[in-house]
């Protein structure tokens, strides 16, 4: 069964709820604010972790709210959704008081799964749960298969905020960030549907019916895969061989454009950028670029030693983007999106690589070498040792948050003075 538009729209009742999927999934009981506010002079967090030099431990809050962390950069504030009760917290992440809360969300039937995501799109932040599975039948019916998505503005105020979108498609699906909005792939089927996060709308794509780049992908079809959504459209990548190679968006761009015989392989695709890798012919160097995803516009680039094959997605890629946008880092590379320059630190002959994990706004990224954690100045490739253990998992509004593993708890810290 195809996955089909039932309803987009604005929610007048608070539905679905969450069970399992690791999405946390607590008794309802506890959970708060245990340190005091950064902005107001409150005490050091009880959790004095180990980071990085550009963090005030001693002062910042801590939040033992059990459930699944999603960072909303653009909205200063942090989500958290917890298994039970059924519920979005966000938090202000300057100093954890909580903004709003979502109503408790019911389930659409017993055998239905659930997951939660943060999403960015045109500059702003949402949060997103989703499920797939069967609704209850009755007693002459049976139960019908379908995924269903509730979409939240992240800025909100107030209690039992209801969903500002609601989608219901045909079909178990399985949803996810596609960097300019949601990105649905059919369990078992060639059909992707794309959900427009500002407006609920959808738009279907069978892999049958979309056209290939002219002259370009004699062999695409059911053969190509949706790797993102742009602004322009969904992101289309054949890897075939040699002239049936393609990355596309229809009636867009097409990597063709870039380097007709290299044929750039997409590495990631995050909000609006694309990370994309090639080599360029009688190269010896590959070139990585962090491209415009709607235009295919080269906004950054960097050349880098090969690394024995250009390959498809990473899926254990541990990607990165500035809360401002300006800095990006994948892998052993880091991207200046703004002077269009970067670095990389792959393993030569005479360096060891570097993995990086993490960036701020200033342009700092952590990264872990084969001895060593390290901080690199992105602006100039100066790279120093550090003695952190502990890495933000996002880093904005002049705090860094963390995880405490030990204690299952967040821990915001600001940047130092």
């Known amino acids: 069964m195809r996955l089909t538009r039932v309803l987009a729209g604005l929610l007048a009742a608070g539905m679905l709820t969450a069970c399992g999927g690791g999405d946390g999934g607590d008794d309802g009981k506890g959970g708060g604010i245990l340190g005091g506010p950064s902005g107001g002079g409150g005490g050091a967090p009880e959790a004095q ?3 990085p030099a550009l963090y ?50 019911r389930s659409a039937g017993e055998d239905m799964r659930y997951e939660s995501l943060s999403a960015t799109a045109g500059g702003k932040d949402y949060l997103v749960l989703w ?36 989608v219901e498609l045909e079909g178990e699906g399985f949803v996810s960030d596609g960097g300019g909005g949601l990105m649905v792939k059919q369990q078992d089927g060639d059909v992707y549907v794309t ?42 990548w054949n890897e075939g061989l040699g002239s049936d190679t393609a990355l596309w ?6 990597g063709a454009e870039i380097d007709a015989d290299a044929r750039p392989y997409p590495s990631l695709i995050l909000e609006d950028v694309l990370v994309a890798r090639w080599r360029a012919k009688g190269a010896t160097h590959v070139t990585w670029g962090a491209l415009d995803s709607a235009t295919g516009e080269i906004r950054a680039e960097v050349q880098c030693e090969p690394d024995g094959g250009l390959g498809g997605f990473d899926a254990e890629d541990e990607p990165a983007l500035s809360a401002n946008g300006r800095y990006l880092v994948r892998g052993n590379v ?29 342009g700092l990224a952590f990264g872990v070498a084969p001895d060593t954690r390290v901080v690199v100045d992105i602006a100039t490739g100066k790279v120093e040792a550090s003695k952190h253990l502990e890495v933000p998992f996002a880093d904005y509004a002049g705090h860094g948050l963390f995880w405490d593993e030990e204690n299952s708890s967040m821990v915001v810290y600001p940047h130092a003075s």
């Open 195 to 236: 959900v427009d996060l500002a407006t609920g709308a959808t738009e279907e794509y069978d892999l049958y019916e979309v056209e290939p780049p002219a002259s370009e992908c004699n062999l695409c079809g059911v053969l190509s895969e949706i790797q993102g959504v742009t602004a322009g459209g969904p992101l289309l």
């Open 56 to 105: 005030d431990t001693s002062r910042g809050w801590e939040s033992d709210l059990r459930g699944t962390q999603h960072p909303l950069p653009h909205s200063g504030a942090v989500g958290v959704y917890t298994g039970e009760p059924r519920q979005f917290t966000v938090l202000d992440v300057t100093s954890g008081d909580t903004l709003w809360t979502s109503a408790k969300l």
């Open 334 to 362: 880091v991207f200046d999106l703004e002077q269009g320059g970067g670095h990389c630190f792959e393993e030569t002959d005479t360096d060891k690589p570097v993995e990086f994990d993490g960036v701020t706004d200033t």
């Open 49 to 51: 972790l180990k980071v």
């Open 131 to 166: 499920g797939t599975g069967t609704t209850e039948g009755d007693v002459v019916s049976k139960g019908s298969e379908i995924t269903t998505i509730d979409i939240f503005d992240a800025e909100g105020s107030g209690e039992g905020v209801k969903p500002a979108r609601h």
């Open 249 to 254: 968006v229809p009636d867009g761009w097409t």
